[in-house]
């Protein structure tokens, strides 16, 4: 397991996750381009 998930879109990372309330959504978004604010579920 891991604490924490970094997703990167064109070769940078879009989006960092961490805690229970990451859903493959998210994860999806961020690899396709879309960013959320800020860390997402600290």
């Known amino acids: 397991m891991s604490d924490r998930i970094l997703v990167m ?3 940078r990372i879009s989006g960092e996750f ?3 309330n990451v859903t493959q959504e ?3 978004a961020a690899a396709v381009g879309k ?3 800020a860390t ?3």
């Open 26 to 28: 998210m994860l999806m």
């Open 40 to 42: 997402v579920g600290v």
């Open 18 to 20: 961490s805690g229970n």
């Open 35 to 37: 960013q959320y604010g």
């Open 9 to 11: 879109h064109e070769g």
